[in-house]
C-alpha cells in the first residue's frame, strides 16, 4: 500500500520568498513521485516527476523536488514566489510500471503575499 | 497541444438517475483513468482501464459504476443509481504507455447529487 501526506494544507509566502511544499510517502516499492498543480476550474497539471536516476529533478515554471530516500520525502521548492504560483499542489505516488495508478496528498493552497 | 476533454463540465442530478461523464482522451494514448475529488478532500483513484478491459479499480469503483470505450476516442464513466455522496469532481486522465509516461488530466465534471 501506499499514501502521501503532505504537511500544511495552508502556506502563505511573500512574493519573490523561497517556496517550500512539503511532501512524505510511504511505498513498499521504489516509488514514482509526481507533484501536479490545479488552478481554479481547471485540472491538474505535471509539474514534474521522479521516477529513477537523478534525485533532484526540475520541473516547470521554476519548480524542483528532491527525492530522499531516507527522510521518504519529495518536497517541492521554487526560489522565488510569483503570484502566478498561487494554486493548489497535489504530491502523488504510484508504484510505477505496471501499476500506475495515482495515490494523492490532501493538497497544500499556496497563497502569495504582494 | 494535445489536451484530455471532458463533457459536461457541470451535472446536476436527482438522486437515483443515471449520469454518463464523458472524456475524449489524447489521441494515441493507451491507458485510461478515473478519478475523483469530493469537496475540500483529496483526489482518489477509481479506475484504471487498458485495452478495453478494466486493469485496476478502487473499493470505491462498486457495482454502481462502469466504464466504457465505445468508439475508440470516448471513455466513458457511467453511474447507474447516483447517491448524494457521488457529488464529487470527477476527473479523467491517459496516459501513452511509455514505461514512465505522464498522465495527463481533464478539467474535470463537476457532479452535483440532489
Known amino acids: 500500500a501506499q499514501s502521501v501526506t503532505q504537511l500544511g494544507s495552508h502556506v502563505s509566502v511573500s512574493e519573490g520568498a523561497l517556496v517550500l511544499l512539503r511532501c512524505n510517502y510511504s511505498s513498499s516499492v521504489p516509488p514514482y513521485l509526481f507533484w501536479y498543480v490545479q488552478y481554479p476550474n481547471q485540472g491538474l497539471q505535471l509539474l514534474l516527476k521522479y521516477t529513477t536516476g537523478a534525485t533532484l529533478v526540475k520541473g516547470i515554471n521554476g519548480f524542483e523536488a528532491e527525492f530522499k530516500k531516507s527522510e521518504t520525502s519529495f518536497h517541492l521548492t521554487k526560489p522565488s514566489a510569483h503570484m502566478s504560483d498561487a494554486a493548489e499542489y497535489f504530491c502523488?505516488?504510484?508504484?510505477?510500471?505496471?501499476?500506475?495508478?495515482?495515490?494523492f496528498g490532501t493538497g497544500t493552497r499556496l497563497t502569495i503575499i504582494p | 497541444e494535445p489536451e484530455v476533454t471532458q463533457t459536461p463540465s457541470h451535472q446536476v442530478t436527482q438522486m437515483g438517475q443515471e449520469v454518463i461523464l464523458r472524456c475524449v482522451p489524447i489521441?494515441?494514448?493507451?491507458?485510461f483513468y478515473w478519478y475523483r475529488q469530493i469537496l475540500g478532500q483529496k483526489v482518489e483513484f477509481l479506475v484504471s482501464f487498458y485495452n478495453n478491459e478494466i486493469s485496476e479499480k478502487s473499493e470505491i469503483f462498486d457495482d454502481q459504476f462502469s466504464v466504457e470505450r465505445p468508439d475508440g476516442s470516448n471513455f466513458t464513466l457511467k453511474i447507474r443509481s447516483t447517491k448524494l455522496e457521488d457529488s464529487a469532481m470527477y476527473f479523467c486522465?491517459?496516459?501513452?504507455?511509455?514505461?514512465?509516461?505522464?498522465?495527463?488530466f481533464g478539467p474535470g465534471t463537476r457532479l452535483t447529487v440532489l
Open positions: 486522465a491517459s496516459r501513452a504507455g511509455l514505461v514512465d509516461g505522464e498522465q495527463f
Open positions: 489521441s494515441n494514448h493507451l491507458y
Open positions: 502523488a505516488v504510484s508504484e510505477g510500471f505496471g501499476n500506475e495508478k495515482l495515490t
